[in-house]
């Protein structure tokens, strides 16, 4: 049923793929950080990403086209938690398709990376991303007003959290139960 869905590996040769997305319009202004068109930046970034063992990402493929960003990073290894960066750079694709770039990305947090949650800040204008969050099984666990602190020009954030053992019968309702790679994944 998601044989449309695949993920590849990063390489710097990525770079200006990646860099056009991140400062697109529809993606820059609802990423936490900032980020500046310098293509040696960008290389050493990939670079520093790929040798990190906190940090995991790929490349979206929708029928085998590069359409979006996906990436894991465990802040808590302690309590083994994580958090997800996802978009999609390429807006011809239908969004029919790109809605489940997460089946993989969840699975490979959880089943491959082994976080035992996930715990994401979407901020608070982001309005298709908040709804997303809900349709992939997350539950809002705070709101961080950015007007309550003086910043009335910043957006709120909003925090959800997802759990291994939710997402494990969450997922049952999309029937997909691969990762990053294609591999299978624990279905019990």
């Known amino acids: 049923m998601f044989d449309f869905l695949s993920y590849r590996t990063i390489a710097e040769a990525d770079a200006e793929l990646i860099l056009k997305w991140r400062t697109a319009p529809h993606v820059a202004p609802y990423m936490l950080s900032k980020v500046d068109w310098d293509l040696c930046q960008q290389r050493l970034w990939i670079r520093e990403c790929n040798a990190r063992n906190d940090f995991f990402h790929r490349i979206i493929r929708i029928n085998q086209i590069d359409v979006g960003y996906c990436s894991i990073t ?3 290894s302690i ?3 994580g958090q997800l960066g996802v978009y999609i750079g390429d807006l011809d694709v239908p969004r ?3 809605m489940y770039n997460f089946l993989g990305t969840q699975n490979h947090a ?3 990376v082994g ?3 996930i715990k ?3 901020k608070g204008d982001n309005n298709r991303t908040l709804k997303m969050q809900t349709f992939n099984g997350y539950i809002e666990i705070s709101q961080n007003s950015a007007q309550g602190q003086g910043r009335s020009s910043e957006p709120s954030l909003k925090e959800f959290e997802l759990t291994k053992e939710r997402w494990h019968e969450f997922r049952r ?3 997909y139960f691969r990762d990053w790679d294609g591999l299978g994944t624990d279905c019990g």
């Open 115 to 117: 976080v035992k949650s």
């Open 173 to 175: 309702k999309f029937g």
């Open 74 to 76: 465990v802040f808590d």
């Open 110 to 112: 959880f089943y491959t």
């Open 79 to 81: 309590n083994m938690v």
């Open 120 to 122: 994401n800040r979407i």
């Open 96 to 98: 029919a398709l790109s």
